[in-house]
């Protein structure tokens, strides 16, 4: 079976953790023009099936309120 790679990211406004290190890396290294960090969790799944992963994908890997995948 094939090795599927998954990306989430959090939603705009859940993105708090992604924001906080943007303005960490403002403040103490200097970079003032930097105006958004993006953070995204990589997942790899291999061994189930196609239904098995579309149903982890939302189920496992992800809230679907908050994440986009």
């Known amino acids: ?5 998954i990306f989430v990211e ?9 924001a906080g290190l943007c ?4 403040e103490n290294l200097g970079i003032k023009g930097l105006e958004k960090v993006r953070i995204l969790q990589r997942y790899d799944v291999e061994g189930i099936t196609d239904s098995d992963y579309e149903k982890a994908k939302i189920m496992v890997f992800s809230e679907p309120p908050v994440d986009i995948v």
């Open 23 to 26: 303005q960490d890396i403002r």
């Open 10 to 18: 959090k939603k705009p406004g859940f993105d708090i953790e992604a």
């Open 1 to 5: 079976m094939a090795v599927r790679r």
